[in-house]
C-alpha cells in the first residue's frame, strides 16, 4: 500500500471541497450564459434516451432542489452517490486503513446496469418519472 506525505493527506481531504466549490461557480455561469441544445432521441424519435434530463437536473441539484433534480433524472444523484463511495474509500486507504466497499462487486454492477435499463425503458411509459 502506497504511503502518503503528511501535505499529500491534507490534500486528499481538502480537494474535493475546493473542486465542488469551484464546479458550482462554473455551472451557475454555464447554466446562466450558455444553451444547450434539445436531445435528438427525443426531438426526432420522442423516446427519452437515459441522458435525457440530465442537465436538467444538475440545473436543480445546483440550485438545492433534490427532489425535482430526481425527477428530472434519477442516475445523476446515483452517480454522484456511487463517486463520494470511492472517493471515500480512497481516503481512508489514504490514511493507512486496508478498506474495501462491497460497490466493487461485480454484481451490483450488474443490478446497476439493469436499473438504468429498467429505468431508461420505464421513464418513456410511466408518466411520473419522465423529465418534466
Do not use: W
Request: charged share 10%.
Amino acid at each position: 500500500m502506497k504511503q502518503y506525505k503528511p501535505y499529500q493527506k491534507i490534500l486528499i481531504c481538502i480537494l474535493p471541497f475546493v473542486s465542488a466549490v469551484l464546479f458550482y461557480f462554473i455551472s451557475i455561469f454555464v447554466l446562466k450564459y450558455i444553451t444547450f441544445p434539445e436531445c435528438p432521441s427525443f426531438r426526432f424519435l420522442h423516446i427519452y434516451c437515459p441522458g435525457c434530463g440530465m442537465t436538467r437536473a444538475a440545473a436543480a441539484l445546483i440550485h438545492g432542489d433534490i427532489l425535482l433534480s430526481l425527477r428530472q433524472n434519477l442516475m445523476l444523484v446515483l452517480e454522484i452517490i456511487i463517486f463520494a463511495v470511492y472517493y471515500l474509500e480512497f481516503a481512508i486507504r489514504a490514511f493507512g486503513k486496508p478498506v474495501r466497499f462491497p460497490i466493487h462487486n461485480i454484481k451490483l454492477l450488474y443490478v446497476f446496469l439493469a436499473f438504468l435499463a429498467i429505468y431508461s425503458i420505464a421513464r418513456n411509459f410511466v408518466p411520473a418519472i419522465a423529465p418534466i
